[in-house]
């Protein structure tokens, strides 16, 4: 019986490795919490889902494929950050000034360069958040967004992403009350055609933005953040992916984490 499950669970998975609208419906998805504010928006590159109540996504999710990444255009001209007018709410870039945050991409825009509209969605606000310039501009924060690419374009598997903000309570505001979070997640999934891999990692949004002692179980970020990340994924695949972790099955993270 589990083998047929683990068969099972490994066709579906095959199924959401397709480039396709519905495959981002599927498994780019995350639950939040009852009661949270969150208005989804499926983009060319990326799936949001958007809380007006702090003005900040919940939670961003985006795949990086082999084919992507061979496709990318690395002379794209950047886009200029502007409002989201599909949402209740919307933050104009002009909140951000003089705050002494910097607006980061949650989906980066260089994982968009395979196509204009998907880089150009990547400066809409609904995928930014209040960064401190150590963090944002840091070597961590942008070794492992390189690193992500890498294992796309080295064939590795597909590359699921889901990146967002930790808040609380006594978070301080910016603007017209856009949270600025104590912290930033990162699961990343890999999927290569016969098995699934995970982990996950928190970055504190204060000077440095170190990854070391911050890499995690998804189950852990999970805990951090009240979030059902994967939810799509079969009951027996999501236990063994979120459960654990091996840092030494993704090439390169260990050097990040000791760089770190």
């Given at each position: 019986m589990r083998q047929s499950l683990v068969k099972g669970a490994i066709l579906l998975l095959m199924l959401m490795t397709a480039d396709c609208l519905s495959a981002q419906k599927?498994?780019?998805?995350?639950?939040?919490?009852?009661?949270?504010?969150?208005?989804v928006l499926v983009r060319e590159g990326y799936v949001t889902s958007y809380n007006k109540?702090?003005?900040?996504?919940?939670?961003v999710a985006w795949q990086l494929t082999k084919e992507r990444m061979d496709a990318r255009m690395r002379d794209l001209p950047r886009a200029p950050f502007r409002e989201d007018d599909e949402v209740e709410n919307p933050v104009y870039p002009y909140e951000y000034s003089n705050t002494g945050y910097q607006r980061g991409h949650i989906?980066?825009?260089?994982?968009?360069?395979?196509?204009?509209?998907?880089?150009?969605?990547?400066?809409?606000?609904?995928?930014?958040?209040p960064q401190g310039e150590a963090l944002n501009n840091g070597r961590a924060w942008k070794s492992l967004e390189r690193k992500c690419r890498k294992w796309a374009a080295d064939g590795l598997g597909d590359i699921y992403i889901v990146a967002g903000p930790i808040v609380s309570a006594d978070c301080e505001t910016i603007g017209s009350g856009i949270v600025v979070p104590k912290a930033f997640y990162k699961v990343v999934l890999r999927f290569d055609g016969k098995r699934a891999e995970a982990f996950g990692v928190m970055y504190r949004n204060v000077e440095g933005g170190r990854i070391q002692s911050s890499v995690h179980s998804v189950d852990g970020i999970e805990r951090l953040t009240k979030l059902d990340f994967f939810p799509a994924l079969p009951d027996v695949v999501e236990k063994r992916v979120e459960s654990a972790f091996d840092i030494d099955v993704w090439p390169g993270l260990r050097d990040i984490i000791e760089r770190e």
């Open positions: 599927s498994l780019l998805s995350c639950d939040v919490p009852k009661g949270v504010s969150s208005q109540d702090t003005r900040l996504p919940n939670w989906c980066p825009f260089p994982d968009c360069q395979w196509s204009k509209t998907a880089a150009d969605e990547t400066f809409l606000m609904t995928n930014i958040c």
